[in-house]
């Protein structure tokens, strides 16, 4: 039976990787994946899911009013789809969870939605608040803060400090967003770096090809 996988993390955990691994290996074995991203997220072109480590892929647009259940359908009657993948969940709204959440259930396609939990200010996103209530498995996929504890909070930086206030949705890069630990971000310390990422050489790392969606 199909489930609604939820798995979350505080930011540059992977999460994006972890999206287009699992639709690669759908599709290396023959089977068809529709990939979805919210239209808030385009820091690197609409349309794309792609990873810190330059990985990449195309994805379907999901906007404020856009029926997830009827991009599904219509790309289902074309060619059946196997697995739904969703990066960036935190963004969708409460229809478009109850949407996944019909695949699932009267299709039996199962649905692996990644994203943040909790946002700068330690609150829930909206989509993060309906997949942790209607979710199927729920999993943490970990990272850690500077100090090499586990980290479970997201902190904004803005010129270089600590803050706690503003609009929820605000999209940044990896210099705006640092991930803490409770401690740290309780005490606003962003470490001797300052919340910058250290750059590591990722040229061994060997690009696979990624099939784009098949019609």
Avoid at 130 to 139: C, G, N, P, R, V
Avoid at 152 to 175: C, N, P, W
Wanted: one cysteine or more; aromatic letters at 8%.
């Amino acid at each position: 039976m199909a489930q609604l996988y939820y798995r979350y993390s505080t930011m540059n955990a992977g999460k994006s990787i972890e999206v287009i691994k699992v639709a690669h290996n759908y599709e290396e074995r023959g089977k068809r994946v529709l990939a979805l991203v919210p239209g808030v997220d385009d820091r690197y072109g609409k349309g794309k899911i792609t990873s810190r480590i330059g990985l990449s892929r195309d994805a379907t647009i999901v906007n404020e009013d856009t029926n997830i259940l009827e991009i599904f359908m219509r790309e289902n009657s074309i060619q059946p789809i196997d697995c739904v993948v969703l990066d960036e969940c935190q963004f969708l709204k409460k229809h478009h969870v109850e949407e996944l959440i019909e695949i699932v259930d009267s299709f039996d396609i199962p649905v692996l939605a990644y994203g943040l939990k909790n946002d700068f200010k330690n609150e829930l996103f909206e989509g993060s608040y309906y997949m942790l209530i209607y979710a199927d498995k729920i999993e943490e996929i970990k990272t850690i803060c500077w100090c090499g504890r586990k980290a479970t909070m997201v902190a904004r930086v803005v010129d270089g400090k600590f803050v706690k206030s503003g609009e929820q949705i605000l999209v940044g890069g990896d210099d705006m967003y640092v991930s803490l630990c409770r401690r740290h971000y309780n005490e606003g310390s962003l470490g001797p770096n300052g919340g910058r990422l250290t750059p590591v050489n990722t040229k061994f790392l060997e690009t696979p090809h990624m099939d784009s969606e098949k019609e």
